[in-house]
């Protein structure tokens, strides 16, 4: 007898194994046939001021007029490059002020537009230029001043926030330069004749320094004949009676002042500080009749 009673039980158990297998997964299946109903999912991604990286400026040196300086930056904005919009800069002494009305060609250079580029995904390469006129500050070698050079570079993004890096200090070199009108014309002068003394050449100075001058020349020609050198003579007033300094080929240095200017034209001259030196020219007793030409070399040199 009790081996049919677990017999008759087997089929039971069986049946009920399957009902809850059943169950179970049809559970299941209604979960995952009630997952079709769909969910957008929206975020606003804030914005971020953009930053500038090391600005690189080189040791300035002038070399005429004006010169070109720049300075290079990258500026990072980690919402995509396409987010900066702008960059200024300043280029400016630093025992001076600068900014946008304060231009000044002596010591403040304001760039109101730096040249971008694309970098990378998220960062642009950013140049910034002046030209640097003549009279800028010397902060190196004679006659410098207080203060330092450097450049701040300001980018902006296209929210308008705004990040500012400086360059390292740099230094602007001292430099000596002078221009000077290029005819001087005695006119008709006869044997044993001096010219007047109201021959004149404009001497002026093109650079961020006091300068003095150094005159030397040439024996002026007429075909095979010669006018020598040392029947000129020059000074920084007139030179009535015959005085002042004999030309020669040699170098001399001849004190004339000039001070540094501070504006970069005057008039017909490039600069507000400039001087007239006279000229005068004697004839021989004795010399060929022609139309005599040379040349007569007037070079700035430091201040005496």
Not at 249 to 271: E, N, V
Request: glycine share 8%.
């Amino acid at each position: 007898m009790p081996p049919r009673e677990i017999s008759r039980l087997i089929p039971w158990i069986t049946i009920l194994a399957t009902c809850l297998m059943v169950s179970f997964w049809g559970m299941v299946v209604l979960k995952e046939a009630g997952a079709g109903t769909g969910v957008t999912p929206e975020v606003n991604i804030d914005n971020v001021t953009p930053s500038v990286g090391t600005v690189y400026l080189a040791a300035i040196t002038l070399t005429g007029a004006s010169t070109t300086v720049s300075g290079t930056t990258t500026i990072t904005d980690n919402n995509g490059w396409g987010d900066i919009s702008s960059a200024t800069a300043t280029l400016y002494n630093s025992a001076s002020t600068c900014g946008a009305g304060d231009a000044n060609a002596n010591w403040c250079y304001y760039i109101t537009a730096c040249t971008l580029g694309v970098s990378t995904t998220y960062s642009r390469l950013a140049t910034c230029s002046a030209n640097v006129w003549f009279v800028a500050e010397p902060t190196a070698g004679t006659s410098a001043v207080a203060g330092d050079w450097q450049m701040d570079i300001k980018a902006t993004a296209a929210s308008s926030t705004t990040a500012t890096a400086s360059s390292a200090t740099t230094d602007v070199n001292s430099y000596r330069s002078s221009d000077v009108t290029a005819t001087l014309d005695y006119g008709t002068v006869g044997l044993s004749a001096t010219s007047s003394d109201n021959n004149t050449t404009s001497v002026s100075n093109m650079g961020n320094i006091p300068i003095d001058v150094e005159i030397h020349g040439v024996d002026m020609e007429s075909g095979a004949y010669t006018l020598i050198i040392d029947r000129q003579k020059f000074s920084s007033t007139t030179l009535g009676n015959w005085v002042g300094t004999i030309a020669t080929s040699t170098h001399q240095d001849y004190d004339l002042l000039l001070a540094k200017p501070h504006a970069t034209t005057t008039g017909s001259f490039k600069s507000n500080k400039f001087d007239d030196i006279y000229w005068m020219i004697k004839i021989p007793t004795l010399q060929q009749k022609g139309a005599y030409t040379g040349t007569n070399t007037v070079g700035a040199i430091d201040a005496l």
